[in-house]
């Protein structure tokens, strides 16, 4: 017999809920649409969207992504067609995601160097057709090595400084190239700091760095793999530089060093299994804080509601609220379109 049995077993309550509850029904509010549309604490707003896109060779292309049903990797031409598509629904800005020919990818990523790989073209055109149109890039190395790795692999290893070293010059390269905001994910040690400095000496004091500050060793980035073409080429795995899921602290130590280092915005990503860090980095820095809801989160509405096992558009619509709710500032999500379209 526990502590609690005696109250689960006694007969008819003798108090009436009035008596238990003091007359305090929180029902109350809750009994017609009207009412729980006064006392909403969050709203989801086409202001809160960035678009990921992902971008591939061509002249007229868009190719379906298995994984990842409704997503299309588009062609510079497509991609500018979709930000003007965008941009007409009022979504603030658009990330890009290249899928690089693999004849372009070697050991270091040196084609992220180029002025004119795949990134910075399709920023060109989208800045010149669609300039009302934020353009976030990421200056991670990953699309561009043969090994899948965010950075530089000598023996075995990801070698910080000489990636950031690189990785700060293919940001001046984007930011040239009409990139507004330079993400870089590739969770290197300084990287913010020596962006900053990049950027600053060739004169880009005005573009804006939101940093992965908190990016996880996540499984959820499976669809996006397949997406940029490095699923099947990534050898081990990203634990010596993404966060370690079981650490929360840790992700704050992470976004305190970024901030210091100069980052405008910090994100953090996945987006629905670390809402709590979303919740305390937004707290502790009220700094402008983002969540990327991952390919793997997005997969997982989709394939779903595909077998008719939940209410895709329902599920959309409160997750996004749940990062609102934690605390975001925006949301990157390949939601983004049909979201902004149903508000
Ligand atoms: C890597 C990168 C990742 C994503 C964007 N850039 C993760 C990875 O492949 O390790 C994931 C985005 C997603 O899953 O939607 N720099």
Redesign the pocket.
């Known amino acids: 017999m526990n502590k609690f049995s005696r109250t689960v077993n006694r007969p008819a309550a003798r108090r009436s809920v009035d008596e238990i509850t003091g007359s305090r029904r929180l029902r109350r509010t809750r009994k017609s649409d009207w009412s729980r549309r006064l006392v909403r604490e969050n709203h989801l707003r086409v202001d809160d969207l960035i678009w990921?896109v992902f971008l591939m060779e061509g002249e007229n292309c868009q190719e379906p992504i298995d994984a990842m049903p409704g997503v299309m990797r588009l062609s510079v031409d497509q991609a500018v067609r979709q930000a003007e598509r965008a941009a007409r629904l009022g979504i603030p800005a658009i990330a890009t995601?290249p899928n690089i020919a693999s004849s372009m990818r070697d050991e270091t990523g040196s084609h992220s160097l180029d002025p004119d790989n795949l990134i910075n073209r399709a920023s060109r055109a989208i800045k010149e057709a669609v300039p009302e149109i934020g353009i976030i890039t990421?200056v991670?190395l990953?699309p561009f090595t043969v090994h899948g790795h965010?950075g530089i692999l000598r023996d075995g290893e990801i070698v910080n400084d000489e990636t950031v070293m690189q990785i700060a010059a293919a940001a001046v390269r984007q930011a040239e190239a009409g990139s507004d905001i330079i993400a870089p994910?590739?969770m290197m040690d300084g990287r913010i700091g020596a962006i900053r400095d990049a950027l600053d000496q060739s004169g880009f004091h005005d573009v804006a760095i939101m940093s992965y500050a908190t990016k996880f060793a996540s499984a959820?980035?499976g669809?996006?793999?397949e997406a940029i073409g490095?699923g099947d080429r990534l050898k081990g795995d990203?634990k010596t530089y993404?966060i370690d899921p079981a650490n929360a602290d840790e992700a704050l130590r992470e976004a305190e060093q970024d901030i210091l280092e100069g980052a405008d915005m910090l994100m953090v990503?996945?987006g629905l299994p670390y809402l709590d860090i979303v919740h305390r980095i937004r707290d502790t820095y009220a700094l402008p804080t983002f969540a990327?809801q991952?390919?793997?989160e997005?997969a997982m509405i989709k394939a779903a509601d595909a077998n008719g096992w939940i209410d895709g558009e329902k599920a959309m619509i409160e997750s996004l609220l749940a990062f609102k709710r934690a605390g975001c500032d925006g949301i990157l999500t390949?939601f983004a379109l049909e979201m902004a379209e149903l508000l």
């Open positions: 990921p995601f990421d991670a990953d965010d994910s590739d959820f980035y669809p996006y793999r490095t990203k993404y990503k996945p990327y991952v390919s793997g997005y390949y």
